[in-house]
């Protein structure tokens, strides 16, 4: 049984950081790509960073330079250092990953940036 199960989400001010985790069932290396969504409320979930098998990473342009996507193998976990932020990163935070030809996600961890 594969599960992804993301936590450390909650309520922060803007300029403030927060660290995500997602912890994996299964050793992450299995996975093609480990990825972090964002999702608000009627809207659809939006890409927010990958990490590939081989460490490479990619990031949505509007969390460049704010946002960091780490793993640690040993501990089954990919991490999502959030810093600098801005109350448009409010929603929810999904894990997502791809292995044995399907795809799983995480119950999602709940984001709030406020004034």
């Known amino acids: 049984q594969v599960q992804l199960v993301e936590s450390g989400g909650g309520l922060v001010q803007p300029g403030g950081s927060l660290r995500l985790s997602c912890a994996a069932s299964?050793?992450?290396?299995?996975?093609?790509?480990i990825a972090w969504f964002r999702q608000t409320p009627g809207k659809q979930r939006d890409l927010v960073a990958t990490i590939t098998s081989d460490g490479d990473t990619n990031y949505a342009d509007s969390v460049k330079g704010r946002f960091s996507i780490t793993r640690d193998h040993a501990k089954q976990m990919v991490y999502l250092q959030m810093n600098s932020l801005k109350p448009e990163d409010t929603g929810v935070y999904y894990c997502y990953g791809g292995v044995f030809g399907k795809d799983y996600w995480g119950q999602g961890t709940q984001v709030t940036v406020y004034s």
């Open positions: 299964i050793g992450i290396f299995r996975f093609n790509y």
